[in-house]
């Protein structure tokens, strides 16, 4: 809708904002909701998103205008896509790449209380520096997928995830040492999204849209495919082994995209 809504010459601009309003929402949100949950009980976290919703629903019948126009995909375009074996792979590295890091971001709270003793302040902080690392990290993605080039950006960011994770799995440590590890992790982690987007635009080419689309779903399947695995671990070997076994997932993310690029170049 904000694509129909724009002219030609601000769609661009227009969905980075899109996006930049996603990764602010991480900001307030999740640090809000956190707070909310330890003050009042977790029911009022999933209250206050009903209560911002109703706002929200007022809104879009009031400002999105009728008989908006997409370009069509067909079935045919999604089948496609889903035919084109290094366009996939490319796209699939989205699910193992945030993967990597839901495993870990997932059991924040747990991991925090149990071995840093952090309460109710101290995880809403945790959270909201690391909301402010994704809103770094999105700007700074850009740059550098236009410096250093996509897929050389990609690798590198998970390069950097793996060295840094498996810190996660030696705390407690100083708190001036935890906020600091987490803001780097964040800004790393969420520097991923243009390098990402512009590498599939690339190989795409006319079916740009559909594999945009394809990266959005892959977004969620990594959240949730890390989060029930983060469960998993912690349920077999504690919350001490989450932050090693995110940076083996951000390994495999790493061979992902090398593997990746000499397929698709």
């Known amino acids: 809708m904000a694509a129909g809504l724009s ?14 309003g996603l990764t602010l929402a991480q900001v307030l949100g999740i640090p809000a909701g956190s707070f909310l949950a330890y003050t009042f009980g977790w029911n009022w976290a999933f209250w206050s998103v009903f209560l911002l919703a109703i706002p929200c629903v007022i809104a879009i019948w009031r400002t999105i205008p009728a008989g908006l126009s997409f370009q069509p995909v067909s079935l045919r375009d999604l089948k496609g896509v889903l035919a084109d074996g290094p366009i996939m792979l490319a796209i699939l590295f989205t699910t193992t790449f945030l993967g990597a890091i839901y495993v870990l971001y997932t059991f924040m709270a747990p991991l925090l209380s149990t071995t840093m003793d952090y309460g109710r302040d101290g995880i809403t902080a945790i ?8 809103v770094f990290g999105n700007l700074l993605g850009g740059r550098l ?5 996509a897929a050389q950006t990609l690798t590198i960011l998970a390069v950097v995830q793996v060295l840094m994770l498996p810190f996660y799995s030696a705390l407690p440590m100083p708190g001036w040492l935890l ?5 780097i992790w964040s800004i790393a982690g969420w520097s991923f999204a243009a390098g990402q987007q512009l590498r599939l ?6 079916q740009a849209q559909v594999a945009l689309s394809l990266n959005a779903a892959a ?12 469960g998993l671990v912690v349920a077999r070997f504690g919350v001490d082994a989450l932050g090693i076994t995110a940076a083996l997932g951000c390994l495999l993310s790493v061979v992902h995209i090398v593997v990746s690029r000499r397929i698709s170049g």
């Not at 959270?127 to 994704?134: D, S």
């Not at 906020?179 to 803001?183: A, I």
């Open 7 to 20: 002219p030609p010459d601000r769609r661009a601009r227009t969905l980075a904002a899109v996006f930049f």
């Open 127 to 134: 959270l909201l520096v690391f909301g402010l690392g994704a």
């Open 145 to 149: 997928a236009d410096r250093f080039g």
């Open 179 to 183: 906020f600091g590890f987490t803001l």
């Open 201 to 206: 635009v690339q190989l795409s080419g006319t």
């Open 219 to 230: 977004i969620y399947i990594g959240a949730a495919g890390g989060s029930a695995l983060g």
